[in-house]
DNA sequence: TCGTTATGGTTTTGAAATGAAACCAGTTGT
DNA sequence: ACAACTGGTTTCATTTCAAAACCATAACGA
């Protein structure tokens, strides 16, 4: 049911990735989820998405490890859908994505939502790419090497 | 011609980002690029992608802003594609996919691509979320706050 | 307890996107 | 001059999307 195989070869980390996660939507979701929402009402009214399309993001969500299923927490008898340990890992994607867009696609001033440090209320460092000394590092400081076994 | 409303409201920074970028096609040309590709044929057998829906992608990413279109650089009469600096600030963004990707897709010592700190040869720092005084932060650290103007 | 509404989907169906292949114009190499 | 390469566009069959209708179960209210 779930197609496998969009991103060919997928020797490169990044193709499997979004292999995994599936498309935009699929990101929006888990933008939600780690904005707290876990029922698939909350989704479907968070983006207005079509029901069935959300159906299959989160059917292939689970499918991938990205989300689980797990009891309402509000003791009902209907389900809700959480990130897994798997899906927590993208946290990093989704604020890189979050601060490329405020960096970009907003005017001086325009509104948009912000992400915090919950603790102090400050906004967060932008995301830095990093060699092992900690020296910042630009695209043109990396170089992609080819497979290797032990990497 | 090309679709700009696929996720409506956009008040979030990352729905914007993923309205730019469009889809992972998209993501996979622009990792490639930052591997040095640029031009049309080298993307696509890189991608193995068909034309039609390359030459789309990239003329998506061009209107957006992400890339550019310059002179080739081997002085014949065609032309190569560049990331702008727009494009140049998702390298966090693809960083982070690979990371990911290295983290949950791949067995012990399973061969894969890998990217490292050129000047050294080392691998790179994981990605993390700091807060303003340099703390790592959790999801659970964070706290997404509506729109506020001067973000 | 019975009817009503909310929840969480699936099915149906027309519109849109995808992708393989053929085609084509301009460029480069011989 | 001719052949091959580059960088696409066009065509068309297939797949996916997305809106709406539908439906089963769960919760709620009187």
Sequence with gaps: MVKLTRFETAECPVARSLEAIGDGWALLIIRDAFDGIRRFGEFQRSLGMAKNILSA???????????????????????????????????AVIIGLRQWGEGFFYAEGEAHSLMLDREHGQALQPLQVRAADGRVLGPQECLRVAAQSGG
């Excluded at 993001?57 to 897994?84: C, K, M, W």
């Design 57 to 91: 993001r989160l059917r292939n969500l689970v499918a991938h490890g990205i989300f689980e299923i797990v009891p309402a927490s509000d003791g009902s008898a209907y389900q809700e859908y959480v990130l897994t340990e798997k899906g927590r890992g993208l946290f």
